[in-house]
């Protein structure tokens, strides 16, 4: 599976940004799908995750209500929509892919984007 994951940049607090990521070398509506990010000096975290067909989600409670994640399987596509952002959002965002059943840990990934920075001035 390959991932290109876009949509980073410079926002001030209170902003929104949009990333996505096209998925490629599998079937995508197999694929559960999932944002993750790594802050300067701190390891990966899974935030953001999307089932395959019926699109359920689940998101770690210091981003829910501020972040959505969906997926257009026609597009072979995963969005992150990101409101409200503060500066601890700063980080590398990843999407990453999972072949597994349901995934909802970190470790049950084995496929990750190059990551594209997203910076929150204050």
Not at 103 to 120: E, K, M, P
Request: positive net charge; aromatic residues 10%; charged residues 15%.
């Amino acid at each position: 599976v390959q991932l290109q994951a876009s949509g980073g940049g410079l926002v001030q607090a209170g902003g929104s940004l949009r990333l996505s990521c096209a998925a490629s070398g599998h079937t995508f509506g197999v694929l559960y799908m999932a944002w993750c990010r790594q802050a300067p000096g701190k390891e990966r975290d899974l935030i953001a995750a999307v089932s395959r067909s019926i699109g359920m989600t689940y998101y770690v409670d210091s981003v829910r209500g501020r972040f959505t994640i969906s997926r257009d399987n026609a597009k072979n596509t995963v969005y992150l929509q990101m409101n409200s952002l503060k500066p601890e959002d700063t980080a590398v965002y990843y999407c990453a892919a999972s072949s597994g059943g349901r995934s909802l840990r970190i470790s049950d990934y084995s496929y990750f984007g190059q990551g594209t920075l997203v910076t929150v001035s204050s």
